[in-house]
């Protein structure tokens, strides 16, 4: 009887593990829709709401951006650059409890003037981001893995390496 009390304790407490990864997880997924509502929406100080005071972004070529460049680029972006929607799909997770470690892949598509005629892009970018999961989770690292971004059709950048090959 005793063995059978023990085992379905056992079970309840991977069970309320595997559910507090499971709300980490969504928690994140619910940060990066926040993320694609103020890149669309323009508005910085609601993306810096999500970025940890020492966040750090590195791209492909190895530069790295604070958060404060990162949240600028957002505020105002390339002219001639308007983002419609953004999407951010989570591919992998994995957390110690105080931080968590997510691949994930980001989708924007939009429009793009280019030589006077507004063409439709899409961008889609791989990375390995670093998450403070203690409290409101924010992001502490980002670091691109992976790009391709195609105007009007025709791939014009595709560099690193995607987890997915069609954008």
Do not use: H
């Amino acid at each position: 009887m005793l063995r059978f009390a023990l085992s379905g304790l056992v079970a309840v407490a991977l069970s309320a593990g595997a559910g507090s990864a499971a709300d980490q997880q969504s928690q994140i997924q619910a940060a990066y829709d926040r993320q694609c509502k103020a890149a669309i929406g323009k508005d910085g100080s609601a993306f810096a709401g999500t970025l940890g005071p020492d966040f750090v972004f590195i791209d492909l070529d190895r530069n790295q951006q604070k958060a404060g460049d990162v949240v600028d680029a957002i505020s105002t972006p390339p002219q001639g650059t308007i983002f419609e929607r953004c999407n951010f799909v989570i591919r992998e997770f994995q957390s110690d409890g105080a931080t968590a470690t997510v691949l994930e892949t980001q989708t924007s598509t939009g429009t793009m003037t280019s030589e006077g005629a507004s063409k439709p892009f899409v961008r889609v970018e791989d990375k390995t981001d670093v998450w403070k999961i203690s409290g409101r989770p924010l992001e502490i690292a980002s670091q691109i893995t992976g790009l391709r971004l195609t105007l009007d059709g025709l791939v014009i950048e595709d560099r690193g390496i995607l987890a997915s090959p069609e954008p």
